[in-house]
T-cell receptor, first 114, second 113 residues
Framework: NAGVTQTPKFQVLKTGQSMTLQCAQDMNHEYMSWYRQDPGMGLRLIHYSVGAGITDQGEVPNGYNVSRSTTEDFPLRLLSAAPSQTSVYFC?????????????FGAGSRLTVL | AQSVTQLDSQVPVFEEAPVELRCNYSSSVSVYLFWYVQYPNQGLQLLLKYLSGSTLVKGINGFEAEFNKSQTSFHLRKPSVHISDTAEYFCAVRGTGGFKTIFGAGTRLFVKA
């Protein structure tokens, strides 16, 4: 049982480049989300999805794009990377239907934008 | 909308001493409350959660937290810490009817020998 798998673990980009962070879960979770973690700011919600075909913005959505074509996958796209997007990104998922459900996190993806 | 304030960014403590990590939240609706722990270079994992019922919640590794609705607080405690408890601890809130989980800024617990 792999849980939540994020790839790549590390990535270095130049300003203006685009890339996709991949997130896959094998637990049949309806809810998936992306956070970024920055020192002193905790985790901030970027985008989330409550099921295939349904996505919504979180606290800091600008500069990021998501889609949810399957239950298992929830990729995060950076369209034109900026140094301010240097961060550690976490994907998290949970069962839907209740706010009581606990998030399961991936191991994180460390992104550096030069 | 919900928000979370963790009142201490860093807490240094000696091994076997008690510790309290403070968390206050703000919300216009009923909420569920969580504490997650992040060990170095890892993702987050659940420590404990408050859903309803008893206001004192026990979690893994000897941690417990008390929900205080009047003070909108959910402080985390452990009576005797170990070196292995060194980690970053995050308080989080989620509306009972929603999905978005909002996290605090984190408290870095450093246990010294």
């Amino acid at each position: 049982n792999a849980g939540v798998t994020q790839t790549p673990k590390f990535q270095v980009l130049k300003t203006g480049q685009s890339m996709t962070l991949q997130c896959a879960q094998d637990m049949n979770h309806e809810y998936m989300s992306w956070y970024r973690q920055d020192p002193g700011m905790g985790l901030r919600l970027i985008h989330y999805s409550v099921g295939a075909g349904i996505t919504d913005q979180g606290e800091v959505p600008n500069g990021y794009n998501v889609s949810r074509s399957t239950t298992e996958d929830f990729p995060l796209r950076l369209l034109s990377a900026a140094p301010s997007q240097t961060s550690v990104y976490f994907c998290a998922s949970s069962y839907g239907g209740s706010g009581a459900n606990v998030l399961t996190f991936g191991a994180g993806s460390r992104l550096t934008v030069l | 909308a919900q928000s979370v304030t963790q009142l201490d960014s860093q807490v240094p403590v000696f091994e076997e001493a008690p510790v309290e990590l403070r968390c206050n939240y703000s919300s216009s609706v009923s909420v569920y409350l969580f504490w997650y722990v992040q060990y170095p270079n890892q993702g987050l994992q659940l420590l404990l959660k408050y859903l309803s019922g008893s206001t004192l919640v026990k979690g893994i590794n000897g941690f417990e937290a008390e929900f205080n609705k009047s003070q909108t607080s959910f402080h985390l405690r452990k009576p005797s810490v170990h070196i292995s408890d060194t980690a970053e601890y995050f308080c989080a809130v989620r509306g009972t009817g929603g999905f978005k989980t909002i996290f605090g800024a984190g408290t870095r617990l450093f246990v010294k020998a």
